[in-house]
């Protein structure tokens, strides 16, 4: 159970593919795939092959689901899109929100089958420990997701940034951190892969924690569509649907929770756009344990840079990246004075795939490169004469600790 990329990143990069599947699935079984490594993969084909019988549709389910080559780099927006063009008609378990529900992509989707999101998550009988001498609770994450989007907004904490949602439910249940925020369906498949351990479970209190699963396709299957919607109407009247989530679906008092902190979004309206050619690399995975020194940039660039984030960023981050709805860009939650667990190069790629929230991809690679130099500014790293480049910022290896002036 390896999630290896973002949901956020992968409803973003799925979004960009969905104009190459063909009309022409409708006429012959409908071919669905699953998302890489998703705790809810056995589920999402459980509800899909009795939707899609109830409906009448013929379908075949593509048992390497997208792109899943078993290996362990991440899979880019090319790689997705090709193999959604390629292998898939329809994806089950695809995640949509309100923050980020691609609803200017050329995708469509279907109504939700199971209410889901990110949690609060500790251990029922928590272990034994004595307190930290700083007072601060240790908060475990997945990084490059919503997961660590929402941990970083928690107030007095310290942060253990997991690779997978499974790490990051496991590092509550050993002892590595007090509370975790993650995924809910990867607490699910932990409890019942590890059944001796049980979790409290709360809501995240964050406009990035409340995600539904559908199913998504090209704008070539309205018709298929529109059938799934009437059948998934249908199966939610008679019961059939909560018999097929139950197990999965939130605990009532965190559903509850979700609803209330979700209200305000009632209404809300972002977009995906598609991502361009620079995600062709793959989702880089972050390592502390190489480095470097951190790469250059110039004056020219900070200033620009600045003036990016201002009109992209700061109704999110802060005028100051102090942080509003989303983390800070500035302080130890983000670069801390040694041992980060992110890298420059992974948060460039990350920013140039994901942000701005409303509209991924919406900048050109300089001007990501530009906003990178500003952000590397601010957290105390010197300016120079060397201009920081797309391809220098993507390639850089080094853990973005705070910078000398700090």
């Not at 799925?14 to 079984?29: I, N, P, R, V």
């Not at 930290?132 to 990084?143: F, L, N, Q, R, V």
């Not at 496991?170 to 932990?190: L, N």
């Amino acid at each position: 159970m390896n999630i290896r990329i973002t949901y956020l990143a992968l409803a973003a990069a799925l979004a960009a593919g969905g104009a190459h599947t063909s009309a022409q699935a409708a006429a012959k079984a409908v071919r669905v795939c699953t998302l890489p490594g998703s705790p809810t993969a056995a589920l999402d084909q459980a509800v899909a092959r009795a939707v899609l019988k109830t409906a009448g549709v013929a379908a075949t389910f593509v048992t390497r689901g997208i792109d899943d080559d078993g290996g362990d780099d991440g899979i880019s927006a090319h790689e997705l899109a090709s193999t959604l063009g390629r292998d898939c008609d329809l994806v089950a378990g695809f995640p949509r929100s309100s923050v980020a529900d691609a609803s200017d992509s050329q995708m469509i989707f279907s109504q939700g089958y199971l209410r889901s999101g990110y949690v609060s998550v500790t251990l029922r009988q928590p272990r034994a420990a004595a307190s930290a001498a700083d007072g601060k609770e240790t908060i475990a994450a997945t990084w490059s997701s919503p997961s660590q989007l929402i941990a970083v907004q928690q107030k007095n904490a310290r942060f253990d940034l997991e690779n997978t949602s499974e790490l990051t439910v496991d590092a509550v249940a050993k002892g590595r951190a007090q509370r975790a925020i993650v995924w809910y369906p990867a607490v699910v498949a932990y409890q019942r892969a590890h059944p001796q351990h049980q979790f409290a479970v709360a809501a995240a209190a964050s406009p990035y924690a409340d995600w539904h699963l559908v199913f998504a396709s090209g704008a070539g299957m309205r018709a298929l569509q529109t059938r799934i919607d009437d059948t998934l109407a249908r199966m939610n009247d008679d019961g059939s649907l909560a018999a097929l989530t139950r197990g999965w679906t939130l605990p009532q008092s965190a559903a509850s929770e979700a609803r209330s902190n979700a209200a305000g979004l009632d209404g809300t309206k972002a977009s995906y756009r598609p991502a361009s050619a620079r995600t062709a690399g793959g989702f880089i995975k972050v390592s502390a344990t190489t480095g470097g020194n951190a790469p250059g940039f110039d004056h020219e660039q900070v200033e620009h840079g600045q003036h990016l984030y201002s009109e992209s960023c700061a109704k999110c981050h802060g005028a100051q990246l102090e942080g509003i709805t989303a983390p800070a860009l500035s302080g130890p939650a983000f670069a801390p004075a040694a041992n980060s667990h992110l890298t420059i190069g992974g948060i460039y790629q990350y920013m140039s795939t994901n942000m701005p929230a409303d509209r991924p991809g919406k900048m050109t690679d300089q001007e990501y490169a530009d906003l990178m130099a500003f952000l590397l500014y601010t957290n105390g790293y010197d300016a120079g004469s060397a201009k920081l480049t797309a391809e220098t910022a993507q390639s850089s290896t080094t853990p973005l600790n705070a910078g000398p002036r700090h």
